[in-house]
């Protein structure tokens, strides 16, 4: 069982950069592929990016390549989602989520057992 908690989200500019992270308690975060999932209104809730348990590597969707990185501070038992030169389309409720039944990233959103309470980010000029 773990216990996620997300914060750093807020309001910015495009062309910002905004870092979020993701807090963990109960368990060990580096037993868990961790993704975050963005949702905005009327539409699914989608995963953008994901580091895998087994070696740490990352998967994103191609819309956030190269502006998104996702690491693993396993001292602080955290994640954190750094997010460079955000745009208005990377507006919505960015959730954390944790599973250890699916590896290397290839769960969906049901695979994932264990959520944060999400934080809001707002790109607007």
């Known amino acids: 069982q773990v216990e996620l908690t997300e914060s750093g989200g807020g309001l910015v500019q495009p062309g910002d950069s905004l870092r979020l992270s993701c807090a963990a308690s109960g368990s060990s975060l580096e037993d868990y592929d961790i993704a975050w999932f963005r949702q905005v209104p009327g539409k699914e809730r989608e995963s953008i990016i994901c580091i895998s348990a087994s070696d740490s590597s990352t998967y994103s969707l191609d819309s956030v390549k190269g502006r998104f990185t996702l690491s693993r501070a396993s001292a602080e038992n955290k994640v954190y989602l750094q997010m460079n030169t955000l745009k208005s389309e990377d507006t919505g409720v960015y959730y954390c989520?944790?599973?250890?039944?699916?590896?290397?990233?290839?769960?969906?959103?049901?695979?994932?057992?264990?959520w944060g309470q999400g934080t809001q980010v707002t790109v607007s000029s």
């Open positions: 989520a944790a599973t250890n039944t699916v590896a290397d990233c290839e769960g969906t959103r049901s695979d994932f057992d264990f």
